[in-house]
């Protein structure tokens, strides 16, 4: 069984209060998803490698570095050097996938694999061995706050099959449009790790708002288990 996981995005935390965000979260969210943005692959900027290091002097919490960049070959590694706990890089800008994620895992993080909505995760099965992680977006990178597409559920169901079948043992993942009227359908396609931005730091209370998600994925898939701090009680 696969365990429910909840990954608040600080793209959509107050820019100005970015430890405030991980510190309200603390003990509830799984990790911290940090979106890295170039100009270049997606039309926006965000976070950098000095965003992880200054986040890790403030929480403990595993960072999720999602990187939606240029030439991930050269930049990557770096991340997990300063403290990433997992370095997602995006199939459609990686040249050396093996080098690549050989270095990232050198540095002693996990690996993850990102595709966008277009983007078919079949073009890649020979090199699932090689990542922690699969990301299907589920919306076009570069901007919070926009709508959940439905028509990459098959996807979703796809490659839930494909990594049972195969016995790849990679959390899937959605990024984009998650929130209370949302995850559950994505829960039940085959979903485990969701990152959550504008439905965690939109709400009064982000942290209630992480409990809350969780508790719908749980209630939509039985596939799902809860941390082990929760299910301790
Ligand atoms: O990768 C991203 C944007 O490219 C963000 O993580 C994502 O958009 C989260 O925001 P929201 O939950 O508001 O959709």
């Not at 540095?107 to 922690?132: C, I, S």
């Not at 919070?144 to 959390?171: N, T, Y």
């Amino acid at each position: 069984m696969a365990i429910a996981q909840i990954y608040p995005s600080l793209l959509a935390a107050d820019f100005a209060r970015i430890a405030d965000a991980a510190l309200v979260v603390e003990g509830r969210a799984d990790w911290l998803h940090v979106d890295v943005m170039d100009y270049h692959f997606v039309p926006n900027l965000a976070f950098s490698g000095d965003t992880v290091t200054a986040l890790r002097s403030v929480t403990d919490i595993p960072l999720d570095c999602h990187l939606m960049i240029e030439d991930p070959d050269r930049w990557a590694p770096g991340f997990a050097e300063r403290g990433a706990a997992n370095v997602t890089i995006h199939a459609e800008a990686v040249d050396n996938l093996p080098a690549t994620t050989a270095a990232i895992r050198a540095e002693g993080a996990r690996t993850g694999l990102a595709v966008k909505p277009a983007t078919p995760v079949e073009h890649y099965l020979d090199d699932l061995h090689r990542f922690d992680l699969l990301l299907l977006m589920t919306i076009d990178p570069g901007f919070g706050g926009q709508k959940f597409m439905d028509s990459v559920l098959p996807k979703i169901e796809a490659a839930r099959r494909l990594l049972d079948e195969r016995d790849l043992d990679l959390w899937l993942q959605i990024d984009g449009g998650v929130n209370a009227e949302t995850i559950e359908r994505a829960a039940a396609a085959g979903v485990d790790v969701f990152v959550a931005g504008t439905a965690v730091y939109g709400a009064a209370d982000p942290a209630a708002a992480v409990e809350a998600l969780r508790a719908q994925a749980l209630r939509a898939a039985p596939r799902l288990r809860p941390p082990a701090r929760e299910a301790a009680g």
